[in-house]
Structures are given as structure tokens and as C-alpha cells.
């Protein structure tokens, strides 16, 4: 079965640039604001969009994007009201690519089963659950990609050429790289490095790679865009949402507005990057 990210990154491949993947949270800082931000997206250059699900507990968001979890969750925000808001979505967007991504606590609540119904319906084409290791992959991964969701798994600078292919056995959609080795929103990683990196996974895979954590510039963008199949940006783009709202959470400018902005930006540099040739 071919998903909306399949169809979108050959897509991109057949144009000879890369994907620029944009992560906002659900919700935050609530349900109408974030559902225009998501609609924003994709008019300001988004290729794939990445709906975060808020947790409570998160273990690998940075201070930013865990304060856009609580403001959402303070909000009223379930895996309900997410599931919805990607439903909401496609009533005006049936093509740009949604995947959800988070932790697997909320899912497991939900009922895995149910959960994949009910993600179909809305609209879901991919997952990136971060906590669930390939080890798990009866849980989750497996039911997923029997319904025709991607599952997309993160691989990092600690993933060696011996766990790898482990990693990689259930992967779909894209493989998401992990520049660095910490939280999202760190310094930028060195793009000799990453380029290395991309390198040797798809020296393990046919599957498009894509890079994120740290990517906050259009520079930024356009230099890990140079060997990346897909450039990654959330941090900046859940700071951009931040940073319109006062102390009390009140709006001091449309957090939409900011966001395409930013986003805006971003696409262009992504779009003046050229793929490495294939080796």
C-alpha cells in the first residue's frame, strides 16, 4: 500500500529536493489557534506535517516543546481532540501527508486497535512513537503497518552498524535521524557529520532520510538539506508560537501568522538545497 508520505517524498525525489517536515504540538496553546496553525502549514512550504500528541511525561522534548505539551494539555487537549484536528484538517487538505507523533502511554490508554481505526479515519498516514524500541515492535509497529500506517523510527549517532538494521527492519515512510545525541532544541550538529551519517544508514536502506533536532534557519535548513532527503524543524517552529503569548498564555499577535512566517523562510532554504547524487 502506498501512504501519502510514500507518494509525497518520490514526489520530491523526481523534483531533486529535499522534504521540509514541520512538527507543531496539538493543541497548543489551544484547539481552534493550533488547528489554523496546522492549516497554515502546508501554504507556507510544509511537505509533511508532524502532529504532536501531548504527554505528561515526555523523555526526549527539550524545555520548549515540553511547555507546548502542558499549555495544550491545560487546554483540554486529549488523543481525542488530535485524532479530530487531523480529521479537521483533511476536510480542506487530502494530500499533505500527517504523522503523528509522541509517546506510546496515550495510545496504549486509548487501545491500540481503536486507536488505528480511529487514526485511518482521520486521515493518519504515519507514526513516530518514541519510546517503543524494535523490540516492540508486536505492540505497535506491526498492527500499524498492517493497516497501512507508516512507521517511522528514529536512528541517532549512538546507532551502530550492528543495531541498525534492527532498527530499520519495520521501518516505513522515512527514517528520521536524530543529528545529535540529547534533546530536541539543542545546538545544530556539525552538517559534515550528519551528511556522513546519512551516508551510511542509506547504505543500509532504500528509505528516504530525513534530518532533525536543532534545524532553526533557513541556513540551517538549505546545509543539512545538501545531503538530506527531508530537513526537520519543530523546536523553532513551537518557539515561534511561544513567543505571541503573554505570561498568562494570552495571544500578543496570531501565533498562525508567525508560524508561516517562519515556515516560509525555511521552505525557501530548503528549496535552494540541492540532494547529494546518489553513491
Known sequence: MTTRIDSRMAK???EGRPALVTYFMGGDPDYDTSLKIMKALPRAGSDIIELGMPFSDPMADGPAIQAAGLRALKAGQTLVKTLKMASDFRKEDNETPIVLMGYYNP???YGVDRFLTDAIASGIDGLIVVDLPPEMDEELCIPALKAGINFI????PTTD???LPKVLQNTSGFVYYVSMTGITGSALAD???????V???KGHTDLPVCVGFGVKTAEQARAIGASADGVVVGTAIVN???NVLDPKGGMTADPAEAVATLVSGLAQG???ARLAPAE
Do not use: H, M, P, W
Request: aromatic share 4%; no cysteine; hydrophobic share 45%.
Open 12 to 14: 520530491l525525489k523526481s
Open 107 to 109: 495510545i496504549y490508554v
Open 153 to 156: 523510527r528514529l536512528a541517532t
Open 161 to 163: 552498524d550492528q543495531r
Open 191 to 197: 552538517t559534515d557529520k550528519v551528511g556522513a551519517a
Open 199 to 201: 551516508r551510511r544508514i
Open 240 to 242: 515561534a508560537v511561544a
Open 270 to 272: 530548503v528549496r535552494s
